[in-house]
């Protein structure tokens, strides 16, 4: 879902590091692994099918970002869980950014 802006920062000269639930994509084998990769402070930018797959990835990147890291759904999720996540994440300092792209 997210290989078309991967290739456009990329192609931009945007340093694009890759995870993907899929093992069949040459990617980071864990989230956990990839974010420790990263630079402070860390983006983490989802391109995912709203709903449980946002929540599920979310939940482990969470685990490893802190305060001014930056988290991005791009996957379309409910306004109203947008809202959640990014009162949540504005109380650990972390910015959050819903910006709902569509394929």
Not at 10 to 22: C, D, F, G, Y
Not at 44 to 54: Q, R
Request: glycine share 8%.
């Amino acid at each position: 879902m997210g290989s078309r802006i991967a290739r456009k920062l990329s192609r931009e000269n945007h340093k694009v590091l890759v995870w993907n639930r899929s093992p069949k994509v040459n990617s980071f084998p864990s989230i956990e692994e990839l974010i420790k990769t990263l630079s402070k402070p860390r983006i983490a930018w989802l391109m995912l099918p709203a709903g449980e797959a946002t929540e599920t990835v979310l939940q482990e990147i969470l685990k490893f970002v802190e305060k001014a890291d930056i988290v991005v759904d791009g996957g379309n999720s409910n306004f109203k869980d947008t809202e959640r996540r990014y009162n949540d994440l504005k109380q650990k300092g972390i910015r959050f950014l819903g910006i709902g792209l569509s394929g």
